[in-house]
């Protein structure tokens, strides 16, 4: 099998109270496929990037990036895709620098409470709030966008909102699936996101902020969704056997100065699903590319 390229990018250090996230940090010392960033000292990150910070950033995903975000390879090409840990939520436009390097048409699939799409407040800063929309702006290599469990009143706000700003043309390009959705779609969520990709055989970027998972599987600075586990683990899996995968990005962790009641429940509750959506990912990784018999 292909090794698997991990990125963690550190922000403010709230990985320090998961195990499993700490046993890739001292994985990265010995092992050259794991790649440990710490960002806690870059100034200009939180919510919004400035470019300062974005130079440092970018030559980080550089340095990282895995065959499949380096050149032009098609859909048929079998480089296996890269996971990309950035901490909380407030760094979700990592998302966008990301695909910044791809290099072939792609889609982008996204599970997110919030649809991520505010026009800008201040020209040219990318920000956790509109960097999809900053993709569908500039990326013209992205074709479709599709976002999962976003709570339904932000779907009429955003609509409102980029109407207002002359902008509305770019959601023809945008598929929401509302959060609504998800208790009416439950054993049906991953037929319906494939069923909107079926006819465009482009490779695909997932990008995962936790808030789109409930309470019981995630504790999050933002607030969360209704959409399970096994509603997201199943879409992994259609999606991982019928299209290419350049790359997943994981994000959502508690903020590190937020009150939780027990700060320790919640820090248990996402190791375990870092832990977890680790290992659903390499495991879909290694049924589409079986270790050699050699």
Not at 109 to 127: A, C, K, N, T, Y
Not at 173 to 201: C, G, H
Not at 220 to 247: M, P, V, Y
Request: net charge negative.
């Amino acid at each position: 099998m292909k090794s698997i390229k991990i990125t963690v990018q550190d922000f403010t250090g709230v990985y320090a109270e998961q195990p499993f996230m700490q046993g890739l940090r001292k994985a990265a010392s010995t092992d050259g496929e794991i790649r440990w960033f710490d960002c806690t000292r870059i100034d200009g990150t939180d919510c919004y990037c400035d470019d300062e910070a974005k130079a440092i950033l970018r030559k980080q995903i550089e340095f990282s990036k895995t065959p499949a975000l380096r050149q032009a390879q098609g859909p048929s090409s079998i480089s296996t895709p890269g996971i990309h840990f950035f901490d909380n939520g407030n760094y979700h436009y990592m998302s966008k620098l990301w695909t910044d390097s791809i290099r072939e048409p792609f889609d982008l699939v996204v599970f997110d409470h919030h649809p991520d799409m505010q026009p800008p407040r201040f020209e040219g800063i990318l920000s956790c709030g509109g960097w999809i929309k900053e993709v569908l702006d500039h990326n013209k290599l992205v074709q479709n966008v599709i976002v999962i469990g976003v709570a339904d009143h932000l779907v009429e706000e955003i609509q409102e909102d980029l109407t207002h700003a002359n902008a509305a043309e770019i959601l023809s390009r945008v598929t929401f699936i509302r959060e609504s959705e998800l208790n009416t779609l439950p054993q049906n969520l991953s037929s319906r996101v494939y069923s909107k990709l079926a006819n465009d055989p482009s490779s695909l970027y997932i990008s995962i902020d936790k808030d789109a998972l409930n309470t019981q599987e995630a504790a999050t600075n933002w607030d969360q969704g209704s959409l399970t586990f096994e509603q997201l683990a199943e879409t992994l899996q259609t999606l991982a056997q019928n299209r290419k995968i350049l790359g997943i990005d994981i994000c959502g962790e508690r903020a590190r100065d937020m009150g939780f009641e027990d700060t320790a429940a919640a820090d248990a509750l996402n190791n375990a699903l870092n832990e977890k959506l680790y290992n659903l990912i390499t495991t879909l990784v290694e049924r589409r590319f079986p270790p050699s018999r050699e």
